[in-house]
């Protein structure tokens, strides 16, 4: 085993130094694939309807319904629900602490992908 490390740290050294990469931690509410679709399409526009988010991100009702809460207890985004005649409408908006957690996601993902880029 030794002998193993020994030599992953003499290729390292032969490509030259290389700073250590920090480690990033990435915010898991919003790292989840759907979450993130969810904030990105809220972050775009004003409002969305549960039926617009659903056929955008062709996704499931239940499936929908589990993230928005997650977002929704996170306090990521916003849930307001109200009848259009008989018709139940649930309208998302994204939150102010919605926006700060995508932006600050971004940014980490930018800074890895630099990171990775320069090599």
């Known amino acids: 085993m030794a002998a ?4 992953a740290k003499k290729t390292r050294a032969a490509s030259g130094p290389t700073e250590p990469v920090e480690a990033v931690e990435f915010d898991r509410i919003i790292h989840e694939r759907l979450r993130l679709a969810i904030v990105s ?3 775009v526009n004003t409002s969305m309807s549960f039926s617009d988010l659903k056929r955008i991100l062709k996704t ?9 809460r997650k ?10 629900k109200h009848f259009e005649g008989r018709v139940p409408k649930t ?12 932006e600050k996601h971004l940014s980490h993902m930018e800074a890895l992908i630099r990171r990775v ?3």
């Open 91 to 102: 309208e998302f908006q994204l939150t102010a602490l919605g926006r700060k957690a995508l």
């Open 60 to 68: 499931t009702d239940g499936n929908l319904s589990v993230h928005t």
């Open 4 to 7: 193993r490390d020994n030599t």
């Open 71 to 80: 977002l929704e207890d996170a306090g990521y985004i916003s849930c307001k």
């Open 117 to 119: 880029r320069e090599g």
């Open 41 to 43: 399409a809220l972050a």
